[in-house]
């Protein structure tokens, strides 16, 4: 059994930086890809970015490109997103997840967190 728990959400102001953090427990995940979602406020949940099991691979979804970057440290079995240039429209819960079937990012995670809340005010 895997265990998530994100941390680092909180209120900011449009334009700052923010790093979300995820740390696994239960199990090594070195040989899985994980990825963040988020679920704004009334809305879908939606795909933020994904990162092979080595780190070598990422994939970002169109409203994350050119400014969040995710990244991992096995190591720690840490998953982190530093996010740039915040929006009002990045208002959302961010999840983190794990794919324990695929060590290349992939659509279906089997394993989630409980998410943390991103504010973003102008």
């Known amino acids: 059994q895997v265990r998530l728990v994100e941390s680092g959400g909180g209120l900011v102001q449009a334009g700052d930086s923010l790093r979300l953090s995820c740390e696994a427990s239960?199990?090594?995940?070195?040989?899985?890809?994980m990825a963040w979602f988020r679920r704004p406020p009334g809305k879908d949940r939606e795909f933020v970015a994904a990162?092979?099991?080595?780190?070598?691979?990422?994939f970002y979804g169109n409203s994350a490109k050119d400014r969040f970057t995710i990244s991992r440290d096995n190591t720690k079995n840490m998953l982190y997103l530093q996010m740039n240039s915040l929006r009002l429209e990045d208002t959302a819960v961010y999840y983190c997840?794990?794919?324990?079937?695929?060590?290349?990012?992939?659509?279906?995670?089997?394993?989630w967190g409980q998410g943390t809340q991103v504010t973003v005010s102008s």
């Open positions: 997840a794990v794919d324990t079937y695929n060590s290349s990012p992939s659509w279906e995670y089997n394993y």
């Open positions: 990162i092979g099991s080595t780190g070598g691979t990422t």
């Open positions: 239960g199990r090594t995940l070195s040989d899985y890809a």
